[in-house]
C-alpha cells in the first residue's frame, strides 16, 4: 500500500497525530517498566528458603514471666510434640525464614580482625533442626549431641565453652573458603571461641532482607538448645494435607502444659502463611500495578478509537469517493489500520526511549535493577495489538459506508 496519502493526511492533522504518539509513547514506557516491577516482585515472592516448606507449621509460645524451669520445660514441650501423630521431628528455634526477625552476627576467620567477612543471619535450634528445616547437607553433617549448648548457659557471666561447632550454607562456605571445602575449617562468629565447620546446607535463607539478594543466603546454623519464651517451635510433617491437624493438636499440647504462657492460635501457621504474610505487600503491589497496566491500556485504546472515529466521520466524503474509484472494503479497513500502525510505530520507538530514561531514574534513586532489553518488544507487541483491535470497528465502519451515501452532500 502507497502510505504517502496517509502521511499527507496526518500532516493536515498533525495535533491529533501527535496526542496519540504522546499517549502511545507513555503507555509503552509505563507498561514496560510496570511489567518489570511485577515480574520482579513474583521473583522476589517465589525466591526458595531452602526449607520443606509444605511440610512446616510453627507455633510460637510467649512467656508472662520469666520462668527459670524454661529449659526443663521446653525439653518436655518437644518431647510433647514430636509424639503428636504426623510429626516426624520438632525442633525449638530462635527465628525462621521469612519471619522478619533479626538475629545477625559479623563473620571472622581470624580472632579479633577490625573487618569481618560478612554479616549472616544467625540460626539458633535444638536437635532436629535440621530435619525439622528439611534443609539438605551437601558437605559435612549435621550436629552431634554433645555439641548442642544451652542458651542459659550460654549466656552466664564468664562462661567460655562458646558454641563448638557450626552449619554454613553454601554461599557463605564458598564465600569464606573459595575453591576449598569448608567442612573442618574454624570461624568465629558468635562470642570468643572459634566454631568449628561440620557440615554446608545447600541453602538457608535470612529471615529479612538484610544485604539484599547478594546475601539472602548468608546465614549460620548453631547447635543451641532455645528455650520456648526465645523463640519458637517448628514442627515437620509426615503428609501436607495434615498439617491443619497437626497445628491443632500442637495448641493443645502446649496450652495443657501449664499456665505461665501465652499461647495465641494467630502464632500457630503453616509455614505457606509465614511466606504469604511476609510478601503481603510485595503482593499488593504486583496487583496494584496490574491495575494500572489495564487502566492504561483501557485508556490508550479509548483514545485511538475516540480519534479514529472522529477521522472517519470528517473523511467520509473522502471515503466514499475512493469507493466511488473502485476502493474495496478490505482496502479502506488496510488504509486506516496502516495509518494507527504508523502512528504507534513512532509512538513505540518513543516509548521505549522513555521507558529506558524512567527505568534509569528508578535505579538511581530506587536501587532498582536495569530494564531487560526484552521487555521492549514485548511492550511494543501489546501497543501494536492493542492498537490494531481499537481502530479495527471505526474503520470497518468507515468500510460499510456506501459510496452513494459518503459523497451525498450535507
Same mark, same amino acid.
Given at each position: 500500500?502507497?502510505?504517502?496519502?496517509?502521511?499527507?493526511?496526518?500532516?493536515?492533522?498533525?495535533?491529533?497525530?501527535?496526542?496519540?504518539?504522546?499517549?502511545?509513547?507513555?503507555?509503552?514506557?509505563?507498561?514496560?517498566?510496570?511489567?518489570?516491577?511485577?515480574?520482579?516482585?513474583?521473583?522476589?515472592?517465589?525466591?526458595?528458603?531452602?526449607?520443606?516448606?509444605?511440610?512446616?507449621?510453627?507455633?510460637?509460645?510467649?512467656?508472662?514471666?520469666?520462668?527459670?524451669?524454661?529449659?526443663?520445660?521446653?525439653?518436655?514441650?518437644?518431647?510433647?510434640?514430636?509424639?503428636?501423630?504426623?510429626?516426624?521431628?520438632?525442633?525449638?528455634?530462635?527465628?525462621?525464614?521469612?519471619?522478619?526477625?533479626?538475629?545477625?552476627?559479623?563473620?571472622?576467620?581470624?580472632?579479633?580482625?577490625?573487618?569481618?567477612?560478612?554479616?549472616?543471619?544467625?540460626?539458633?535450634?535444638?536437635?532436629?533442626?535440621?530435619?525439622?528445616?528439611?534443609?539438605?547437607?551437601?558437605?559435612?553433617?549435621?550436629?552431634?549431641?554433645?555439641?548442642?549448648?544451652?542458651?542459659?548457659?550460654?549466656?552466664?557471666?564468664?562462661?567460655?565453652?562458646?558454641?563448638?561447632?557450626?552449619?554454613?550454607?553454601?554461599?557463605?562456605?564458598?564465600?569464606?573458603?573459595?575453591?576449598?571445602?569448608?567442612?573442618?575449617?574454624?570461624?568465629?562468629?558468635?562470642?570468643?571461641?572459634?566454631?568449628?565447620?561440620?557440615?554446608?546446607?545447600?541453602?538457608?535463607?535470612?529471615?529479612?532482607?538484610?544485604?539484599?539478594?547478594?546475601?539472602?543466603?548468608?546465614?549460620?546454623?548453631?547447635?543451641?538448645?532455645?528455650?520456648?519464651?526465645?523463640?519458637?517451635?517448628?514442627?515437620?510433617?509426615?503428609?501436607?494435607?495434615?498439617?491443619?491437624?497437626?497445628?491443632?493438636?500442637?495448641?493443645?499440647?502446649?496450652?495443657?502444659?501449664?499456665?505461665?504462657?501465652?499461647?495465641?492460635?494467630?502464632?500457630?501457621?503453616?509455614?505457606?502463611?509465614?511466606?504469604?504474610?511476609?510478601?503481603?505487600?510485595?503482593?499488593?503491589?504486583?496487583? *496494584? @500495578?496490574?491495575? /494500572?497496566?489495564?487502566? #492504561?491500556?483501557? =485508556?490508550? $485504546?479509548?483514545? +485511538?478509537?475516540? !480519534?479514529?472515529?472522529?477521522?472517519?466521520?470528517?473523511?467520509?466524503?473522502?471515503?466514499?469517493?475512493?469507493?466511488?474509484?473502485?476502493?474495496?472494503?478490505?482496502?479502506?479497513?488496510?488504509?486506516?489500520?496502516?495509518?494507527?500502525? *504508523? @502512528?504507534?510505530? /513512532?509512538?513505540?520507538? #518513543?516509548?521505549? =526511549?522513555? $521507558?529506558?530514561? +524512567?527505568?534509569? !531514574?528508578?535505579?538511581?534513586?530506587?536501587?532498582?535493577?536495569?530494564?531487560?532489553?526484552?521487555?521492549?518488544?514485548?511492550?511494543?507487541?501489546?501497543?501494536?495489538?492493542?492498537?490494531?483491535?481499537?481502530?479495527?470497528?471505526?474503520?470497518?465502519?468507515?468500510?460499510?459506508?456506501?459510496?452513494?451515501?459518503?459523497?451525498?452532500?450535507?
Amino acid at each position: 500500500m502507497d502510505i504517502r496519502p496517509i502521511l499527507s493526511t496526518l500532516l493536515r492533522h498533525k495535533t491529533a497525530a501527535a496526542l496519540i504518539v504522546l499517549e502511545i509513547a507513555l503507555s509503552c514506557a509505563i507498561v514496560c517498566n510496570a511489567l518489570f516491577l511485577i515480574q520482579s516482585r513474583i521473583e522476589r515472592m517465589d525466591k526458595p528458603s531452602g526449607l520443606a516448606e509444605d511440610t512446616l507449621v510453627t507455633v510460637r509460645v510467649r512467656g508472662m514471666a520469666k520462668d527459670e524451669q524454661s529449659a526443663a520445660v521446653t525439653r518436655a514441650d518437644l518431647a510433647a510434640l514430636r509424639a503428636i501423630p504426623g510429626v516426624t521431628a520438632a525442633a525449638s528455634v530462635n527465628q525462621i525464614p521469612f519471619g522478619n526477625s533479626s538475629w545477625n552476627s559479623s563473620v571472622n576467620l581470624v580472632q579479633d580482625q577490625e573487618q569481618p567477612n560478612l554479616g549472616a543471619a544467625t540460626y539458633l535450634g535444638s536437635e532436629q533442626t535440621l530435619e525439622a528445616f528439611g534443609l539438605t547437607l551437601v558437605a559435612g553433617r549435621g550436629f552431634q549431641p554433645d555439641e548442642f549448648v544451652e542458651w542459659d548457659a550460654l549466656n552466664t557471666p564468664g562462661d567460655q565453652r562458646g558454641i563448638p561447632a557450626v552449619i554454613l550454607t553454601r554461599t557463605v562456605a564458598e564465600k569464606l573458603f573459595p575453591g576449598e571445602s569448608a567442612v573442618g575449617k574454624s570461624i568465629y562468629s558468635w562470642g570468643d571461641p572459634p566454631h568449628r565447620v561440620v557440615g554446608v546446607v545447600e541453602r538457608l535463607t535470612r529471615p529479612n532482607e538484610i544485604g539484599g539478594e547478594a546475601e539472602s543466603d548468608y546465614s549460620l546454623l548453631f547447635p543451641v538448645r532455645m528455650p520456648y519464651d526465645s523463640g519458637g517451635f517448628v514442627l515437620r510433617v509426615d503428609d501436607p494435607s495434615r498439617r491443619q491437624e497437626v497445628l491443632r493438636a500442637a495448641l493443645q499440647t502446649l496450652e495443657s502444659s501449664g499456665p505461665t504462657r501465652i499461647i495465641s492460635e494467630d502464632d500457630a501457621r503453616t509455614f505457606e502463611q509465614v511466606r504469604a504474610d511476609y510478601y503481603r505487600q510485595d503482593r499488593s503491589m504486583a496487583w *496494584l @500495578l496490574v491495575a /494500572v497496566i489495564v487502566a #492504561l491500556l483501557v =485508556v490508550t $485504546a479509548l483514545g +485511538i478509537v475516540g !480519534l479514529a472515529s472522529f477521522w472517519v466521520q470528517q473523511r467520509t466524503k473522502q471515503i466514499g469517493v475512493r469507493r466511488a474509484l473502485g476502493a474495496t472494503r478490505g482496502q479502506i479497513l488496510r488504509y486506516f489500520q496502516t495509518e494507527n500502525f *504508523l @502512528l504507534a510505530t /513512532v509512538g513505540i520507538v #518513543l516509548g521505549m =526511549v522513555l $521507558a529506558y530514561a +524512567i527505568n534509569q !531514574l528508578l535505579m538511581g534513586r530506587y536501587e532498582l535493577p536495569r530494564l531487560p532489553l526484552a521487555y521492549l518488544p514485548i511492550g511494543a507487541l501489546v501497543l501494536w495489538l492493542l492498537g490494531q483491535a481499537a481502530v479495527f470497528w471505526p474503520a470497518r465502519r468507515a468500510a460499510a459506508v456506501p459510496p452513494a451515501v459518503a459523497t451525498r452532500s450535507v
